[in-house]
Nanobody, 127 residues
Framework: QVQLVEIGGGSVQSGGSLRLSCVVTGNSDNTYLMGWFRQAPGKEAEGLAAIDTDDTASYAESVKGRFTISRDNTKSTMYLQMNDLTPEDTAMYYC?????????????????????RGQGTQVTVSS
């Protein structure tokens, strides 16, 4: 059973940066497609970025060039480096995982539907 725990949310001013971490347990062979999504109050969940088992990354247009997803399999941890944050980035951020074999093509908007997700971490950006 895969379990995910997000670390690193918080408050930052507009233009600032944060790095989120997602610690993964129960995935000793690193065979999962991993991703991040967010949900702001009153809004639908939004897929942000995904990284596959070959370390190929995909991004939503809304974060491309500002966010970077990465994974360190030796530490069973996935990261989301977020730069140039704006108040519109304020949301609860979740990491997610799914079976790589289910995804011949990564569709970013489906990340909120992945099989496993963490409990979320709040990111608040003030102007």
């Amino acid at each position: 059973q895969v379990q995910l725990v997000e670390i690193g949310g918080g408050s930052v001013q507009s233009g600032g940066s944060l790095r989120l971490s997602c610690v993964v347990t129960g995935n000793s062979d690193n065979t999962y497609l991993m991703g991040w999504f967010r949900q702001a109050p009153g809004k639908e969940a939004e897929g942000l970025a995904a990284i596959d088992t070959d370390d190929t990354a995909s991004y939503a247009e809304s974060v491309k060039g500002r966010f970077t997803i990465s994974r360190d399999n030796t530490k069973s941890t996935m990261y989301l480096q977020m730069n140039d944050l704006t108040p519109e980035d304020t949301a609860m951020y979740y990491c997610a995982a799914d079976f790589q074999d289910y995804h011949t093509v990564v569709v970013i908007r489906t990340i909120p539907l992945f099989t496993y997700r963490g409990q979320g971490t709040q990111v608040t950006v003030s102007s």
